[in-house]
């Protein structure tokens, strides 16, 4: 039982920091012009990643889903 719970707790968290990484990227799309995109995905990695020992966002997580978010507005 106690697996099964660390297993749901993983996937959960992990779905939740996709989700947060979406919701940045989301609103640098919505608030900002399409000239400055690309410095401010470059912002949100350089959080991201000082954010490593925070909350755990592995590099192929935040590179995934950012190339994902980036590839939806192209």
């Known amino acids: 039982m106690f697996v099964k719970q ?3 707790l993983k996937i959960y968290s992990m779905l939740s920091h996709k989700g947060i990484i979406f919701g940045i990227v989301d609103r640098v799309i919505l608030i900002s012009h399409p000239d400055f995109h690309k410095r401010n995905f ?6 991201l990643l000082d954010n490593l020992s925070i909350k755990d966002y592995p590099l192929k997580l935040i590179f995934d889903n950012v190339l994902i978010k980036n590839q939806d507005i192209n």
């Open 6 to 8: 660390r297993i749901c």
């Open 42 to 47: 470059d912002h949100i990695i350089r959080i």
